[in-house]
C-alpha cells in the first residue's frame, strides 16, 4: 500500500520535514513520487522555504500546532509519513500532537494513513494507551518492520487486510551508475551514546590505517545539520583523529539526496552509520558497509548482505 491508494487530491504529510535531514528529505521525495499526478499536497516543515523551494510544494509550519490544524481543515486527508511519528522517546508532548492531528481529522470525516512507519518505543503507559485507541481510527497502515506490525496489532486490538509491511520507501528513488574504482572512502557518521572514548579511538586508527594503506582520501558527509555537522572536527579536537587521517580527511555539506548519492557514486567505499546513508549509496551502486547504531541499521545491512558490525559489540581497545 502506498498512499496513492487512498486518492486524495490535497493531502496533509506530516513527518519530520524541512528539518535539514538528507534521510527524512528522501523519505519526502519518495512519497511525492507515490502520489497521483493531481494531488496538491501540504507538507509540514520546520523550515518551509526550503522544502517549498526543493520540492515545490506547499507547507505549514510543523513546529505550530495552531498552523498544522488549519492546513488540515483545508485538506482532504492526513499522512504519517515514514520515520516513528508515534513515539514518546522524543518526549509525551510530541506524541500528543500526532493525537491531536489524527483526531482531528477523524472528526472532521477525513481519513488518516499511516506510510511507512515505525511504532514506538513507546516507554510510559499512557503512551501505549493513547496509541491504542489512535490505531483503530487509522484507515490503512504501511509499517517499515515486522515489529512495528505486531506491536499495532497488540495495541489497538485490529488487523486490516489493508496493512502491510513494506521496504524502506527511499529504495524506490532511481539508481545511479557507480564510477568510484579508486575512489575515496566516504563516511555517512553520526555521534552516538554507544560510542566510548575507547570506541571512537579504535574506530578512527583502523579508518586511518585502511585509508593510508589503499592511499584514500576520506570525505565526511554530514546528513543531519543539527546532529552530524562538525563531527569530524570535533573529534579531532578531543585528540582521537590521528594526523595522518585529518590530512586526508573534510567535510562535505549536502543539500540534496541525490548529492549524496552522486558522492557515493564516486566512492571507492562508503562507512554508513545514518541508516539513509546506507540506504541512498547502496542506490548509488557503491561498496557499503554499516556500522549499526540501531536495529533498521542492521536489518538494511542484513537485507543488503553487505558487511556490518554492531556498535555495541565492537572490540576492545
Not at 482532504?76 to 500528543?96: E, H, N
Not at 570506541?199 to 546532529?227: F, I, K, T, Y
Not at 562535505?252 to 558522492?263: N, T
Not at 549509496?281 to 556490518?308: F, Q, T
Amino acid at each position: 500500500m502506498t498512499p496513492s491508494s487512498a486518492v486524495l487530491v490535497r493531502p496533509l504529510l506530516c513527518g519530520y520535514y524541512g528539518e535539514h535531514n538528507i534521510g527524512d528529505d528522501a523519505l519526502l521525495q519518495a512519497l511525492l513520487q507515490s502520489l497521483p499526478a493531481e494531488a496538491r499536497p501540504c507538507i509540514t516543515a520546520a523550515d518551509q522555504q526550503q522544502v517549498q523551494q526543493q520540492f515545490g510544494v506547499d507547507s505549514c509550519n510543523r513546529r505550530s500546532l495552531r498552523s498544522t490544524l488549519g492546513a488540515l481543515g483545508d485538506c482532504d486527508g492526513l499522512i504519517l509519513g515514514g520515520g516513528s511519528l508515534l513515539q514518546d522517546s522524543t518526549s509525551w508532548r510530541s506524541l500528543l500532537y500526532y493525537a491531536v492531528l489524527i483526531g482531528t481529522a477523524r472528526l472532521q470525516g477525513k481519513p488518516v494513513i499511516l506510510w511507512a512507519q515505525g511504532l514506538g518505543p513507546l516507554r510510559r503507559r499512557r503512551s501505549r494507551l493513547l496509541v491504542g485507541r489512535l490505531l483503530p481510527l487509522v484507515a490503512a497502515a504501511s509499517w517499515r518492520d515486522h515489529q512495528s506490525a505486531q506491536l499495532a496489532q497488540r495495541l489497538g486490538g485490529v488487523s486490516r487486510s489493508a496493512d502491510i509491511v513494506g521496504a524502506d520507501p527511499v529504495w524506490t528513488l532511481a539508481p545511479m551508475h557507480w564510477r568510484g574504482r579508486g575512489g575515496p572512502i566516504v563516511l555517512a557518521w553520526r555521534s552516538s551514546s554507544q560510542l566510548r572514548d575507547d570506541d571512537w579511538s579504535c574506530l578512527l586508527e583502523a579508518l586511518a590505517a585502511l585509508a593510508e594503506q589503499n592511499d584514500r582520501q576520506v570525505l565526511w558527509l554530514p546528513l543531519h545539520d543539527g546532529q552530524d555537522c562538525g563531527l569530524m572536527e570535533g573529534l579531532q579536537q578531543r585528540g582521537f583523529v590521528p594526523e595522518p587521517l585529518a590530512r586526508r580527511s573534510r567535510e562535505i555539506r549536502l543539500q540534496r539526496p541525490e548529492e549524496l548519492m552522486a558522492q557515493a557514486s564516486a566512492a571507492g567505499l562508503v562507512l554508513a552509520m545514518r541508516l539513509h546513508g546506507l540506504i541512498l549509496s547502496a542506490l548509488a551502486g557503491a561498496p557499503v558497509s554499516a556500522l549499526s547504531y540501531d536495529p533498521k541499521v542492521a536489518a538494511a545491512a542484513e537485507a543488503l548482505g553487505c558487511p556490518w558490525a554492531d556498535l555495541q559489540q565492537l572490540p576492545a581497545a
